[in-house]
């Protein structure tokens, strides 16, 4: 165990962060809150002698929200292994009160985090994603046509008609969620002229969709974790992951999948993009993190080497529904869709200290990971 003082307005931990240590604090106090974009939504504020990270408690590995020190604040570090020796070796009543208690506290964040996100103004809060694109699919795949191959073609006016009045979503947003299926080439709008106003500037007439099977997948997959408690934590884009899922993708993008749809591509070969495209040793930690994203491969020997096997279509399918969220995030953050955003290249890393487990890029004179709080151990 160890004290720490954050400075007024620092991060202590950020929802979806790995839970590695308990903090009690001492003196100060912090704003536990969910961060969105440039903008926090307060839920508590916390001071002397009340936790954070309790949630371990209940088997969660990651903290659910953000906390932010209000003041100088002075906590205890406790770790999580720490922690757990010493709950083990309570008394058996004891532990089955502290596990009610802190189940019932779960309960009371939950409700508090879902009464302030209704009152989200973002433009796309976390609990209308779902709807805002399930509105989209259900809309195109029960009213569109399919006359033309491998489209599903949707007249505009209608669409934003039935949205409204059919799924009861607000048209701008269905509009911005449509420009995001645009903007990742999913869809793709056909200009014209306005009947009503033949001289003026070309409008949006319809909508041609180019795969709804993966705006489907990606509602379905978004409010699947969303909704389920204490897996929320999958819809937070983790960059590395990310890279490490294009470059199977890329690596397997001219495989012939087998029957079951599966593709393979060799440990080292992979080990290798890594190293020269991404920037890291691959390891059993990148593996691991791929897992807590919801990611599963199957590794198998084949004479001396190792396989990685996993399903073209469902790693595609992950692989889109990031995009998507980054793009969301984007959208929450700028107020609207830049449809003439440049694609940013990932940043390749730079060669300097970096965490074993994450990849992380660290400050020499660090002592835990940033990102994961992996400890870090001094080179001999």
Not at 18 to 42: H, M, P, W
Not at 93 to 119: G, P
Not at 123 to 151: I, Y
Not at 271 to 298: A, P, T, W
Request: aromatic fraction near 8%; charged fraction near 25%; charge should be positive.
């Amino acid at each position: 165990m160890s004290v720490k003082t954050f400075k007024k307005g620092e991060v202590i931990f950020k929802d979806g962060d790995k839970i590695t240590s308990v903090f009690l604090i001492q003196s100060g106090g912090a704003n536990q809150c969910l961060i969105r974009g440039k903008k926090n939504i307060d839920l508590f504020q916390l001071g002397a002698s009340h936790i954070l990270g309790d949630q371990i408690i209940l088997g969660q590995a990651t903290h659910p929200t953000s906390a932010i020190a209000t003041a100088e604040t002075k906590v205890l570090e406790i770790p999580v292994d720490t922690l757990k020796q010493h709950y083990e070796a309570a008394p058996q009543m004891l532990k089955v009160i502290i596990k009610s208690l802190a189940d019932r506290l779960r309960l009371a964040v939950n409700d508090v985090r879902s009464s302030r996100l209704e009152k989200d103004s973002s433009p796309c809060p976390e609990d209308q994603v779902a709807k805002a694109f399930g509105s989209v699919f259900h809309t195109a795949n029960h009213k569109g046509d399919r006359s033309q191959a491998g489209r599903v073609i949707v007249d505009w006016s209608m669409m934003k008609q039935y949205c409204q009045r059919v799924m009861g979503e607000s048209p701008k947003r269905m509009e911005q969620a449509v420009n995001i299926l645009v903007k990742l080439k999913l869809a793709l709008y056909e200009m014209g002229k306005s009947p009503d106003n033949p001289d003026g500037p070309d409008e949006i007439q319809k909508v041609h969709f180019l795969d709804l099977g993966l705006v489907e997948s990606f509602f379905e997959f978004y409010q699947y974790y969303y909704f389920k408690g204490g897996r929320s934590e999958i819809l937070k884009v983790d960059e590395l992951c990310q890279q490490m899922l294009n470059g199977l993708l890329k690596l397997t993008e001219t495989e012939t999948p087998d029957r079951f749809g599966v593709v393979g591509v060799d440990f080292a070969k992979f080990g290798e993009y890594c190293q020269n495209e991404i920037g890291f040793k691959l390891n059993n930690d990148h593996f691991s993190r791929l897992e807590q994203k919801g990611v599963f491969m199957k590794r198998r020997t084949v004479g001396n080497g190792v396989l990685l096997q996993f399903e073209f279509k469902e790693f595609r399918s992950i692989a889109q529904s990031w995009r998507m969220l980054r793009e969301i995030d984007k959208w929450n953050e700028k107020g609207f869709v830049d449809m003439d955003e440049k694609e940013e290249k990932p940043k390749k890393k730079s060669g300097g200290p970096s965490c074993p487990a994450c990849a992380a890029e660290l400050q020499a004179s660090a002592k835990f990971c940033h990102e994961c709080g992996h400890k870090i151990t001094a080179a001999a």
